[in-house]
């Protein structure tokens, strides 16, 4: 296996579906001649000429309709939106034609659109270019939501996704697009439902997703080495539907939860887990399942006050030794 | 066009109007639910434009006033007035209601019930057409209210920018739910306010078929010919509300009637009489066989079809 980085394996998965199907199209806001803001289409324009890796002009709600019509056709496009404060202005087709067209349709018609976007905070981007929206897109029926913690899975879940009869929304983050690490040599599709536990454990489950898994594994680390706590790192790549069996399963062998998100909290990741843990698997737990979080705020942009809105690794070792009684 | 093909639009068009009066019934009986937007007035547009392209190959996508489009396109009306009746055998399979009748066999692309959400759903199905390279042209009716959304003006820019093969045909019926159209909008004539993308437009008369269908032949061939897309207004007025909640206390009777001396049906009817190819008797016949049929063949079967199965409710969420 060959480490790339991140938006690599982007860039590769794209490029290996439009090869193998010429009705498989990019499109977003700089994608085509300037590369991609994150390089994710790199050298894609050159390769498949401006009908296939479409410039798009700034109008995400219509030019996010668009590759959502051309579905209805059989076309598949990967639409970028340049970042997920902007799929504000597109959840109208997202949310009101994508999700909903095969319902309301009674099956005839399908929206096999993929759409990417990076959210997350990332070094004083301030209020309007910092936000993270899982908690939004992960409540629309007939949405799949996936987020990739790592390149393997980026390259994975993006074949995946394009391969979908059904729209999927894969959630990026800003600041992880040159991480490093392993993605397999051979085509890899990674399953667009479940979870990974990524460090088995046996004392506490942390649940992360995207950038908070490696809050969790550095978090677990730490506990194993200096308060000898054994945590099991479960990582949700799936965000829509949640792999409730999944969670079941590791909350009911260790019997305390934290989940870690970089959203805030009201209606967010953590709050369906926990949800889902009181449906599941109430009477296994030892403890009360805890939640690391943001704070409430738009992001600010002093950069002191934006790492006291974010959490880290350090919060949730400090909620963890806090459930034990330790802290 | 043969003036046999002007007999079987003109029955169409009864059909249409018909067909939407029943609605209309069905709904003060309770046998509709819903939001419910009917198009008397109007079918001259539906038509002129369809007659003019190839319905059942082109794609036709539109909002939530619907039904009639549907039916153009080769939908049954039956499984039309199924799907306002909620039943499994509807368009929908009663998932969809009256703003969203589907009929993709047939290029029907839905009715969509967000004003403006149609236009890029459009232009991407033109997109999609301009990959694959087919000669189908994609169509989008809408009303003159869609126009004030954004998705108008940056679809009409994308439309431009990648030369799609797209018609936008604006049905200006003068409304907007209730709005009067010089309440809302800065620019009244529709067709003046594409100059700005340098897409071809155009305005006529939309409750005359013939001139309807001229200038639609124009459009279409235009469009298919790899030209780009095209915006085609026609000057309408739906006799009915907005919706059935709507008792029209923004308009006077008096604009009414005179609109319903310009009657699509009656306009085409007269000329068809005065080409002595119908009679006066024969068209009263026609009516009377239009509504033999949408009460033995249509209503019979929305009455008597199955609702779906509550056991079904998540069916067709995902694929």
């Given at each position: 296996m060959a480490e790339i980085m991140y938006w690599?394996?982007?860039?590769?998965?794209?490029?290996?579906?439009?090869?193998?199907?010429?009705?498989?199209?990019?499109?977003?806001?700089?994608?085509?001649?300037?590369?991609?803001?994150?390089?994710?289409?790199?050298?894609?324009?050159?390769?498949?000429?401006?009908?296939?890796?479409?410039?798009?002009?700034?109008?995400?709600?219509?030019?996010?309709?668009?590759?959502?019509?051309?579905?209805?056709?059989?076309?598949?496009?990967?639409?970028?939106?340049?970042?997920?404060?902007?799929?504000?202005?597109?959840?109208?087709?997202?949310?009101?034609?994508?999700?909903?067209?095969?319902?309301?349709?009674?099956?005839?018609?399908?929206?096999?659109?993929?759409?990417?976007?990076?959210?997350?905070?990332?070094?004083?981007?301030?209020?309007?270019?910092?936000?993270?929206?899982?908690?939004?897109?992960?409540?629309?029926?007939?949405?799949?939501?996936?987020?990739?913690?790592?390149?393997?899975q980026a390259y994975g879940l993006l074949k995946s996704a394009v391969r979908s009869d059904d729209p999927v929304f894969i959630n990026e983050h800003e600041l992880m697009y040159n991480m490093k690490g392993e993605v397999p040599e051979g085509e890899y599709f990674h399953p667009l439902e479940g979870s990974e536990i990524t460090r088995p454990g046996t004392d506490i489950t942390l649940f992360g997703y995207n950038i908070s898994v490696h809050w969790c594994l550095k978090a677990a680390e730490i506990l194993a080495s200096q308060y000898n706590i054994s945590a099991e790192v479960v990582d949700l790549y799936a965000l829509s539907p949640l792999d409730r069996a999944g969670i079941k399963k590791s909350v009911s062998k260790t019997h305390r939860a934290v989940i870690a998100e970089e959203d805030e909290a009201p209606c967010g990741v953590g709050s369906e887990v926990m949800a889902i843990i009181n449906e599941e698997c109430f009477f296994d737990l030892d403890a009360a399942p805890v939640r690391v979080h943001s704070a409430l705020v738009p992001q600010p942009y002093n950069h002191k006050l934006e790492l006291a809105a974010i959490p880290d690794h350090e919060d949730v070792v400090n909620a963890v030794l806090k459930l034990f009684g330790k802290a | 066009m043969k003036l046999e093909d002007k007999k079987r639009v003109l029955r169409e068009m009864v059909l249409a109007r018909r067909f939407e009066e029943r609605c209309y019934q069905a709904y003060i009986e309770r046998k509709i639910g819903g939001f419910l937007h009917l198009y008397p007035g109007q079918e001259a547009c539906c038509q002129g434009v369809l007659e003019a392209a190839r319905p059942g190959h082109d794609y036709v996508i539109t909002g939530y006033r619907d039904h009639v489009h549907a039916i153009k396109c080769g939908a049954d009306p039956k499984a039309v007035m199924a799907e306002l009746y909620g039943k499994e055998t509807g368009s929908s399979k009663g998932r969809g209601g009256s703003m969203h009748i589907f009929d993709v066999k047939n290029h029907f692309m839905?009715?969509?019930?967000?004003?403006?959400?149609?236009?890029?759903?459009?232009?991407?199905?033109?997109?999609?057409?301009?990959?694959?390279?087919?000669?189908?042209?994609?169509?989008?009716?809408?009303?003159d209210a869609a126009n004030n959304q954004g998705t108008f003006h940056e679809t009409l820019n994308m439309a431009a920018v990648y030369k799609l093969p797209v018609l936008f045909v604006c049905e200006n019926n003068q409304y907007g739910i209730g709005t009067a159209i010089d309440r809302s909008t800065a620019v009244v004539d529709q067709f003046k306010r594409v100059c700005g993308y340098e897409i071809q437009a155009s305005q006529c008369d939309g409750q005359d078929f013939d001139v309807v269908y001229e200038h639609a032949k124009k459009a279409v061939a235009y469009v298919r010919n790899g030209n780009g897309p095209y915006f085609l207004e026609l000057m309408t007025y739906r006799y009915r509300g907005h919706s059935m909640s709507d008792s029209r206390g923004y308009r006077t009777r008096e604009e009414e009637e005179l609109w319903k001396q310009r009657d699509p049906i009656f306009i085409l009817r007269d000329r068809l009489i005065d080409a002595g190819a119908m009679t006066l008797d024969e068209f009263h016949a026609l009516e009377k066989d239009t509504d033999h049929y949408i009460e033995n063949e249509v209503i019979k079967f929305a009455e008597e079809s199955p609702e779906p199965n509550v056991a079904d409710l998540e069916k067709y969420v995902l694929a």
């Open positions: 690599e394996a982007l860039q590769r998965a794209h490029d290996e579906e439009m090869a193998r199907d010429p009705l498989v199209i990019c499109m977003g806001e700089d994608i085509g001649v300037a590369g991609g803001t994150y390089k994710a289409t790199k050298g894609l324009f050159e390769k498949y000429g401006p009908l296939r890796v479409m410039d798009t002009p700034i109008s995400e709600n219509s030019y996010t309709g668009l590759g959502i019509g051309a579905s209805f056709l059989g076309v598949r496009p990967i639409i970028e939106i340049m970042s997920v404060n902007f799929a504000w202005l597109a959840m109208d087709q997202m949310f009101n034609s994508a999700a909903k067209v095969r319902y309301m349709s009674g099956g005839q018609l399908t929206a096999p659109v993929v759409f990417r976007s990076p959210g997350g905070s990332a070094h004083q981007l301030g209020a309007q270019h910092s936000a993270r929206m899982e908690k939004v897109f992960m409540g629309i029926a007939g949405l799949r939501v996936v987020t990739p913690s790592n390149p393997k | 839905g009715g969509y019930a967000l004003v403006g959400g149609p236009f890029p759903l459009a232009a991407g199905i033109a997109k999609a057409i301009q990959l694959k390279g087919g000669d189908e042209i994609s169509i989008c009716f809408l009303g």
